[in-house]
Structures are given as C-alpha cells and as structure tokens.
C-alpha cells in the first residue's frame, strides 16, 4: 500500500513535475514548478489517497535509485510537444481512458486539483463535467498571464481558432474553488464567488543555512554582495535590475546565477563591467549556498508579464539562504517576509529599485545579517509545507463537503 491510501478521502492531481530523477537530467525545464510539486505532493499524502498525471515535454527515461522525493511517480504519463495538437489528443484520450478504468475499478476521486490552465487538463476537466458524479474541481493557480487582461479582438479571434484552446477567462467558471499563489488575485474570484485560498507556496526547513553555517561566507570585508538567482526571462526582470544596479557608482557587485536564453548576453555583460558577475546555472542546493555568500538577495519582478497573479517561489530559497531580501512588492510578498525585508514598488521600477539600492549599501552589513536571519526564522516557523499542505487539504476537504460556493466562502470567513 502506498503511502497516503488509508489518508481518507480520494484526490486525483494533474501537473507537470517529473518523475523522480529525472528533473537532475533537465535542469533547466521548469525547476520553480518542478520543487513546488514534489514538495507540495509529499505532504499532502499525508492528507489523501492521492493519484497523479503529469504533462511532460519529453519522454522520461527511467532513473534506478532515484529518491522518492526527487519528483512524483505518476500513474499516468502524458506527452505535449511538437506536433502539439496530435500529442494533446493523444495525451486528453489516454487520461480519458485511465481515468474510466480507475472508476471501475472502484477508485472514484472526490476531488481533482489541477495545476494551472493548459489545453489537455482543461479538456479533460470540460469532459468530466458532463460526466455523472462529477469530482469537485479545485484549480492550482501559480500563475496566468492573462487573467484579468483585456485582450484585444483579433487576439482573442485568433487564440479562439486555436483547437482544444481556451482562454482563462472562460474556463474559470468550471472550477468549484482555487488555490492562488498570488494574493493579489483573490479579488478576482471573490467577486466571482468562487472560494479562494492563499497559499503562497512554502519551504522545507532541513534546506535551511543556518548561522553556526558560516563558515560559506566571506566574512564582513569588501563592498556589499546582491545576488540574484532564478529564471533570466523578461518576466524575471534581470535586465532593469541590471540596468538600474549599473546606472548608479554604488560600493557594490551584483552576482548572478540562472537559466534561460540570455545566458550568453549576461556572460557579455559580466566581461565588460567588473562589478556585474554571472555564474550561470547552479543546482538548488548550490544556489542557496550561493545566496548565503551575498550580504542581500533581489528578487525584481516587474509589474507586467502576469507577476501579479503569481508569487516568485525563489524568495522561499532567498529566505533559507539566511540572508536579507529586497523584492518588489506584488502577490502579498509582504505577507510573507514581513517587516525585516526590503520592498520597492514595481510600478515606479527604476527610481524605487535604485533608491533602495543606495539605502542599503550605507547600512552596516551587521544589520543586513540581522534582517537575514530573522526573515529565515519567520519562515521556517509560519511557511513549512508541513503546514500550508495542512491548510490546503482543510481547504479542499471543505470544498466537497460544503453544497455551495457561498456556503463555503461564509465558513471561511468565520
């Protein structure tokens, strides 16, 4: 009997994470999303019988003596990629299929939870709707781009054409409740009362560097270290970061380590100013040591790119590191962090993100730790996955059970 099969009620979850061992071999295909999963899914076991699909862009290989923990070992694995519409309706017939043969073999989920909104699983979840005893559907939101967007006539015409495509807009009513990363997107639901809950995401404390861990910095010398690690995209807001970092004579460098396409201009850029560095990929144990040898981590996320229906799941691992924050202040990150960290405001990028910059460089990096070390403590205490996987299951598990969406945002609310 697997773990989590006499946890009570049944759930069936559809996502994305690889199975175990296999994201080491891909590591720059979605390791964000990939560790909030496995981390995410291990606890809930706890919770529920829980059954799984993932969604993969490759074909997996099988890894001998991967840790369990590395990844989820789903029942059912589908495929997407090139030609996309021929592997989604082969991916939405086999998921179709699978789920028949559970349901009669007497395995009938109570609740589906399906991380965001993609073709296959929206299809899938369009089709179980016209079935009889429908699960309750609960949908995973990490992040839309789109959500709350006006899109312009000919872009909505050309996305409606598109096969097995349909906008968030549209597919939102199907779901009985979400789970947002984002605080910002509360609103959004509410007024379409549908129950929401907030769950920024969490941590596992045991990948924490703590204090007696010092000896992987370099000591209190030298100008101030800001580093940056995670996704390099434009939603990621590297390049003004960097921009606005370099624009100013400050007593600091700036390091980096991430992945994606502009790899090869930060390695450029790296060459021709010495207080920019570029370290490249690094593995997530690495990248928390790495956040442990700066004096402050940034996470600069502009307001655009849909940043305000998500939450920048990096700043779990800025906050292990030990080390103090400066973020942009979108998704409820307030919330989180607390008061020791340091926001600016994305919708006055530059002059906030550079003012603060020289408001930290004149303080004493005796503080800078201080503020690290508390901004660690307030999260490996409110934000394990032991608990926000508990509020999450207490979440669902009153979404069966209440017979209505007003029913259920009232006992929220008490």
Same mark, same amino acid.
């Given at each position: ?23 080491? !071999? ?27 699909? &993932? ?72 089709? !179980? ?30 996305? &409606? ?18 789970? &947002? ?34 000896? !992987? ?63 490249? !990929? ?52 307030? &919330? ?79």
């Amino acid at each position: 009997m697997r773990a989590g099969e006499n946890a009570g009620s049944r759930l069936l979850y559809l996502g994305f994470a690889f199975p175990p061992g296999v994201q080491g !071999l891909y590591p720059e295909r979605n390791p964000a999303g990939h560790a909030l999963e496995t981390q995410m899914i291990s606890e809930l076991r706890r919770h529920f019988q829980i059954r799984s699909a &993932g969604v993969l862009p490759i074909i997996p290989p099988v890894v001998q003596d991967a840790q369990p923990d590395s990844g989820i070992a789903h029942e059912v694995l589908l495929l997407e990629k090139p030609p996309e519409l021929f592997h989604r309706f082969r991916s939405l017939a086999r998921l179709k299929a699978e789920y028949l043969r559970w349901r009669a073999a007497g395995w009938q989920p109570e609740t589906i939870l399906v991380y965001n909104l993609s073709p296959i699983y929206n299809q899938f979840l369009l089709w !179980l709707r016209r079935q009889p005893d429908c699960p309750k559907l609960v949908l995973l939101l990490l992040d839309s781009a789109n959500l709350g967007q006006h899109l312009p006539r000919l872009k909505r015409l050309r996305r &409606g054409l598109k096969p097995m495509c349909i906008p968030d807009s549209e597919m939102i009513p199907h779901f009985d409740a979400c789970v &947002g990363l984002s605080r910002d997107t509360e609103h959004y639901f509410r007024r379409r009362q549908i129950p929401f809950l907030w769950m920024p995401g969490a941590c596992t404390p045991s990948r924490a560097l703590r204090p007696c861990q010092r000896g !992987l910095s370099n000591g209190d010398n030298g100008p101030i270290r800001f580093g940056y690690f995670g996704a390099l995209g434009a939603h990621s807001g590297i390049k003004p970061l960097i921009s606005a970092f370099l624009s100013q004579d400050l007593p600091a460098t700036l390091e980096l380590c991430g992945y994606g396409k502009s790899s090869a201009e930060l390695t450029s850029l790296a060459r021709q100013d010495a207080r920019l560095k570029f370290l490249g !990929l690094l593995t997530p144990s690495e990248c928390i040591e790495f956040g442990h040898r700066c004096d402050v981590l940034v996470n600069p996320r502009p307001a655009s790119h849909g940043n305000e229906n998500n939450f920048a799941s990096k700043l779990f691992d800025y906050a292990l590191s030990g080390r103090a924050i400066l973020t942009s202040s979108l998704s409820g990150v307030e &919330g989180v962090l607390g008061s020791e960290a340091f926001y600016f405001d994305p919708r006055q990028f530059n002059e906030s993100l550079q003012e603060r910059l020289a408001e930290i460089v004149s303080m004493p990096r005796a503080e800078l730790h201080r503020r690290g070390e508390a901004i660690q403590q307030r999260i490996v205490s409110e934000f394990t996955w032991e608990k926000q996987a508990g509020r999450l299951a207490e979440f669902i598990k009153a979404v069966h059970v209440k017979e209505s969406a007003v029913e259920l945002t009232e006992a929220l609310a008490a």
